[in-house]
């Protein structure tokens, strides 16, 4: 077998083949041995019909057989053998085709991981946003808690007001057409939530219970699914019931319920994690910010089964995180096909920074310690609130630990490149309004 390797673009790389035909006659004689062994044709013993016979009802299968076995065994022994790191499946782009006393010849391209050198990623001048203590978050969010305890009862109120959970029934139309999506029973919708298209809850207060009605709204421009934006919708709705959120009181009995002795207790408890909040997203700001100046200072080529790679674990989470609060993308106008479209840049950039953060780990020689894996590990037990045993047990797994260990350098690395870099804490307003 001869291979031919060339570069196609920093991503990419194209393989030809040539398989002599000793080789592919032998893999033929094989195919058709194997597949005589059981083959059935009428006015033949099985296991004794002629070569002929079978070339004539089976030609085209072992030919698909032949063509995709020594594909497999000479694609996979060139990637290894020249040290292509190839990323997704390969693409076939030319083929000579299974023929007797031939050779086969292909050509595959196949996108490869791109060999990067980074520079400029030292002395990077970046702002972090100064940390300023919110007495009133604490309040806010003892008010949210009361609200996730409320208990929601069905009101004897005849009419719906802001902040009610509305129960309808609705079917939409566009241009007198029933759309995908636009339909729902005994759907649960709090007024004032903004979960729903806009325009539609505002006009759902002050109907009545039994009451029907048609609202009309506009879907925004930006809509995700593209064959709705901008366009005139009419809502059949009917209000079948009104309930209402009772607050429980804001007492030490109130506090209880979530672990802690006292609504003091409890006060401190939300404080510390306010705080910890605030400082974790400001570090992740300062993260991106960070991760923007290197991509500016390397533009990098990424191969798109990267990019798909990212955007489907990107669709995931946001699909996983509204389904935990009871909704589907497609009733904020997202499906598969309008996200990737929407997101397709952040992948880009998320994909570039990976891979420029692992480019700085390997030329400062920066790596995940035994020491750093046992102190990640704790941390982890820690935040889930799990045994160390059963956490150390999972990263055990070959790919979570590889996985692991990825993520310790890639925090090493930040942690190395902040330390090269000039950082100067700015207010609040500043990193807005530069943001923007």
Known sequence: MSVKVENVSSVKKKISFAVAAEKVDREINKAFKKIGKNAKVKGFRTGKIPLSVLEKYYGVQVEKEVLTELINQTYFEALSKHEIPAIGDPSIVDSSGINRGEDFTYVAEVEIKPEIKAQNYTGLELEKEKFVDDPKVVDSRLEDMRSSRAEVKVTSRKVARQNDVAIIDFQGYVDDEPFEGGAGEDYQLELGSGMFIPGFEEQVVGMKRNEEKKIEITFPSDY????????????????????????????????????????????????????????????????????????????????????????????????????????????????????????????????????????????????????????????????????????????????????????????????????KATVKEVDAQKVAKEDA
């Not at 959120?245 to 939300?270: I, M, N, R, W």
């Not at 956490?391 to 090493?412: C, F, G, N, T, W």
């Open 224 to 419: 995700g699914q593209k064959e709705l934006a901008g366009k005139n919708a009419l809502f059949l709705v009917t209000l079948k019931e009104i309930k209402e959120k009772v607050l429980p009181d804001l007492d030490d009995d109130f506090a209880k319920g979530f672990g802690e002795e006292s609504l003091d207790t409890l006060k401190a408890q939300l404080i510390e994690h306010y705080r910890t909040q605030e400082q974790n997203r400001i570090d992740g700001e300062l993260r991106e910010q960070l991760i923007k100046a290197l991509i500016k200072n390397n533009q990098i080529d990424v191969p798109e089964a990267m990019i798909q790679g990212q955007l489907d674990y990107m669709l995931q989470n946001i699909t996983n995180r509204l389904q935990s609060q009871g909704l589907k993308p497609e009733m904020l106008g997202l499906t598969p096909e309008t996200f990737k479209e929407q997101y397709r840049q952040t992948a880009i950039d998320q994909v570039q920074g990976s891979l420029l953060l692992e480019a700085i780990g390997t030329q400062e020689k920066i790596v995940a310690a035994e020491s750093d894996i046992d102190d990640k590990l704790k941390d982890i037990a820690k935040m889930s609130n799990a045994p160390i045993e059963s956490v150390k047990k999972y990263y055990a797994a070959p790919d979570a630990r590889h996985s692991l260990m990825a993520q310790i350098a890639e925090e090493k690395v930040i942690e190395f490149l902040l330390s």
